[in-house]
């Protein structure tokens, strides 16, 4: 994905669904959330599932609840969704083209605010976020200290680092889909959470895009 500078990122987010820009408080000063025993499955429509350990976890009632992202997308904003049917659907806010054919979309209803959509050739490609809710099904978010990151997903993720060498990240790889966790400009942490196809997401980070 061609990443956004985390001050443009929070700026969109707040201007668009008029919601303040939080985050949770690292990991280090809060509990563990409880998905982290257990972690949380996403089903096919979306819902939650039961965990690792088996016990039941609550199914979401609302498509549109914050609380869930996933390699699948968050709630009705579907990893190759299409852009026209969203938003003949009145789920899209606003659009803004980017470079290399790539379309920022801003989002209605109860995701307003919490996520930011990317669009390749009409198609959904990638939702970031920068705020806690919504959490990964692992349990994982922004706000997290990457130590915490490395404990919840233990070697199915690991840090990584542009091909510039200038920056790095936290990334998971689900299939060909990874979930891609950057750092905060000013405080320690998580302060950005992508997910996506991994030639996009990953591809965009080693690649530094920036538009």
């Given at each position: 994905m ?36 257990g ?6 429509d ?15 009632a609302?498509?549109d ?5 996933s ?13 026209a049917?969203?938003?003949?659907a ?5 659009v803004?083209?980017?470079?290399d054919g790539t ?25 970031g ?5 919504p959490?990964?099904?692992a349990g ?26 200038d920056?790095?990240?936290?990334l998971?790889?689900?299939g060909?889909?990874?979930e ?8 320690p ?5 992508q997910?996506g ?15």
């Open positions: 061609h990443r956004l500078s985390y001050t443009v990122v929070t700026a969109l987010l707040a201007t668009a669904g008029l919601v303040p820009i939080t985050a949770a408080a690292p990991a280090a000063a809060a509990p563990r959330p409880a998905a982290v025993a972690n949380l499955s996403e089903r096919a979306g819902r939650l599932g039961t965990g690792t350990d088996g016990a039941a976890r609550p199914a979401a609302d498509p609840e914050v609380r869930l992202i390699v699948r997308g968050a709630g009705p904003f579907r990893i190759g969704a299409d852009l049917r969203l938003s003949a009145g789920l899209i806010d606003w803004a083209p980017a470079c379309v920022h979309a801003g989002v209605t209803g109860a995701w307003a605010g919490k996520i930011l959509l990317a669009f390749r050739d009409g198609r959904l490609v990638e939702v976020t920068a705020t806690a809710p959490r990964t099904p994982a978010g922004v706000g997290m200290s990457f130590a915490a990151l490395e404990e919840i997903y233990g070697p199915r993720g690991s840090m990584i680092r542009n091909d510039a060498g920056a790095s990240a936290y998971v790889r689900v060909s889909r990874v891609l966790f950057t750092g905060h400009p000013i405080r942490g998580v302060g950005y959470l997910v196809p991994a030639s996009v997401v990953e591809r965009g980070f080693r690649e530094g895009r920036s538009c």
